[in-house]
């Protein structure tokens, strides 16, 4: 599947849900939840997950992942169980950037 910008995905073993907000130019990078295949979120319209419990490795809403290269950039829209990843590669959490500071 090729990630476009504005893709709707949604994991098939948790209730995560993204949107992508920066895809790469080239390639089509495999994008998956808990080690399962993303897949897009038209597809699992009304179907229920469990939410995630304290042990597990989660994504939050609201919260930006980003792969090492930078190249892919995905935004939480629903919280789930499981680590998101690219390639093969876990995705990391994209810190904020700091504002100057005005004197």
């Given at each position: 599947?090729?990630?476009?910008?504005?893709?709707?995905?949604?994991?098939?073993?948790?209730?995560?849900r993204v949107i992508v907000v920066r895809a790469p130019a080239d390639g089509a990078p495999e994008i998956a939840c808990g080690g399962s295949p993303m897949v897009p979120a038209s597809a699992l319209d009304?179907?229920?997950?469990?939410?995630?419990?304290?042990?597990?490795?989660?994504?939050?809403?609201?919260?930006?992942?980003v792969n090492a290269?930078?190249?892919?950039?995905?935004?939480c829209?629903?919280?789930?169980?499981?680590?998101?990843?690219?390639?093969?590669?876990?995705m990391t959490l994209k810190t904020a950037k700091p504002l100057p500071a005005s004197d």
């Open positions: 599947m090729t990630a476009r910008t504005g893709d709707q995905l949604a994991s098939t073993v948790s209730g995560t009304g179907t229920a997950t469990s939410p995630p419990s304290r042990e597990e490795a989660a994504t939050l809403i609201g919260k930006r992942y290269a930078g190249t892919l950039e995905l935004l829209t629903a919280s789930g169980a499981g680590e998101l990843s690219c390639d093969g590669a876990p």
